[in-house]
């Protein structure tokens, strides 16, 4: 069954949805979708949702990602990396200003809870249009700042004007935007060179398959690299069902908790429903008492 996540490790200049257009021909797959873009210029870790696999696709956008990130100091553009615009470029003497323990000081301290604001050329809408379409046409809107987590940053390497980092970061963080607010910061301006996503959520880079290999494979072997449902959620709370209450959900009849022989105590929170046999057979989640669940999704076998 071609149901589930395919981690593809996508290359540099192609887009996510290009890259989903692919493996979707590949696999001979009804539906695929990803669990989060990746910018053209950007490489790294790309999660693909296959034919049921894209109804879990959003338990993935909140996870946390990592990644791996060179800014180049003192050239801006209106797009916030390489691909952009110039828009502004720092007289040299600014830029031999800038020190190494000043760069450190400042990196360190993007650390932790903060507002952020995303760039103007991304994939956030506006009165439902992407801010993307409406900067091509000169119209360059900001949203509103969002609440977001660093929870590490690292510098790896510091080679001016370039300055390798690391970061682990909560979902909906703007590395260009980090970049670009590190350059503001240290006065000289600053873009984004380089972008590797190496993690999201349980998901690692080292467990994904190359695109250009991907494309080599034959569909049987293709398939191969797909992690089963069930697999793809092993930090979700989970709960057994025996064959009278998996034909309840393959009907779509209403559960309690007398359904289940032991109830995970996770009320409000998402509980994924197995059979003894480890298949996904839906997503619930508890009411307020935890005496009812209502469904949040359901596979077919």
């Known amino acids: 069954m071609k149901n589930g996540i395919l981690p593809i490790h996508k290359p540099e200049g192609i887009s996510s949805a290009q890259v989903v257009a692919r493996v979707k021909r590949i696999l001979g797959a009804k539906k695929a979708g990803h669990t989060g873009t990746l910018d053209p210029f950007a490489t790294g870790l790309l999660l693909c949702g296959i034919d049921q696999g894209t109804k879990i696709s959003r338990f993935f956008l909140e996870g946390h990602k990592r990644y791996q990130a060179r800014i180049c100091l003192g050239v801006e553009t209106d797009t916030y990396d390489l691909t952009g615009r110039i828009i502004s470029v720092a007289p040299e003497q600014i830029l031999k200003a800038v020190r190494i323990d000043e760069i450190e000081t400042v990196v360190n301290s993007f650390s932790g809870i903060q507002d952020q604001t995303a760039p103007s050329y991304s994939a956030l809408k506006h009165e439902g249009r992407p801010l ?126 007398t359904d289940f022989e032991s109830i995970p105590d996770h009320t409000g929170q998402f509980i994924r429903v197995t059979d003894y046999g480890n298949n996904l057979l839906s997503i619930v989640q508890p009411d307020e008492n935890g005496l009812n669940y209502k469904y949040s999704c359901v596979f077919s076998s």
């Not at 949203?143 to 690292?154: A, N």
């Not at 001016?160 to 682990?168: A, C, G, K, R």
């Not at 190496?198 to 398959?209: E, I, K, P, R, W």
């Open 132 to 257: 993307y379409e409406l900067a091509r046409q000169g119209k360059m809107i900001q949203k509103p700042p969002r609440r977001i987590e660093i929870f590490e940053i690292h510098i790896k390497e510091i080679a001016l004007p370039n300055i390798d980092i690391e970061v682990f970061c909560s979902s909906g963080t703007y590395i260009r935007s980090l970049g670009f607010d590190i350059g503001r910061r240290l006065g000289c301006g600053a873009h984004l060179s380089k972008l590797c996503r190496t993690q999201s959520g349980s998901f690692h880079l080292d467990n994904a398959v190359k695109l250009e290999d991907f494309q080599n494979l034959r569909e049987m072997e293709a398939a191969k690299w797909i992690l089963p449902l069930s697999a793809c959620l092993e930090s979700m709370p989970r709960v057994w069902a025996d064959q009278r209450t998996a034909e309840k959900i393959k009907f779509g009849q209403k559960l309690s908790g």
